[in-house]
């Protein structure tokens, strides 16, 4: 079974305090973008994975660790079938990039199980196991653009009107999403900054200007509370962020924990002229769009 799922832009994203657990509250507008995770499963005598990729993979771990590993096993136990399952895995996510690969790559692997062994899994049933995996795993099931609340696995689907085009920069490093999480923490008891009681919320004007489909309203509207923090860990992309709006970027923005930058361009013919140009001085550079479907079968 062969099975695709596509990496996620956050477009808006604000963090809420931690709580008790160590745990934040979130609220983000997550869009599904046109670079994707494929995972091939098949029948094995052990849960087993082999991966490649378009982007490096030399971090990515080959065992239990892995989310799509944990996935093919959350999914035979749930039907109780007691077989093995190899994975074989092609990234076109960044790794530790803020896109969410890693959960693309287990959303991918639940259908790809659910429909390998006949598990009979719904759609709902899914979601269920892929939250018990990481936050973003429902909406890489699920695609298009939503509302994620709670710890940004409890979705809303938001209407988005027409096609945006994003211009996405990668970097040659990883950021770890605890680690960006603690810097936040550390900034905000630094400037004494305590978020509102009140539950993060996702800002009217984004899904405002998503439902009109203006490209240039959503510019101005979008924004994470993890840019900070991502910035001071890697300086760097604070040089991208800058680099982009002075060539012509409505807006621009570290997605999630980071450091994938994501800069949004009026229409097709500008986001392939903005790669162009930021390739040409020496950025990795690739010309996405969203919204796009979730995990499907190939």
Known sequence: MHVRAPGKLNLFFEVGDAGDDGYHEVASLYQAVSLYEDVWATHGDDFTIGVSGDVDVSTVPLDGRNLAVRAAQLVTRAADWDGGIHLDIHKGVPVAGGMGGGSADAAAALVAVNELIGAGLS?????ELGAQLGADVPFALLG???VGTGRGDELAPALARGRFDWVLVR?????STPDVYRELDRLRAE???TPDRAAPAVDPAVLRALRSGDAADLGAAIRNDLELAATTLMPSLSGVLAAGI???ALGALVSGSG??????AQDD???RSLAARLGDAGLHAVHVHGPVPGARLV
């Open 269 to 271: 013919e500008a986001g």
């Open 246 to 248: 002075r060539e012509g």
């Open 123 to 127: 759609s709902a049933e899914l979601q």
């Open 259 to 264: 450091p994938t930058v994501a800069l949004l």
């Open 191 to 193: 400037a004494d900054i």
């Open 144 to 146: 298009g653009t939503a």
């Open 171 to 175: 970097s040659d490093g990883g950021l």
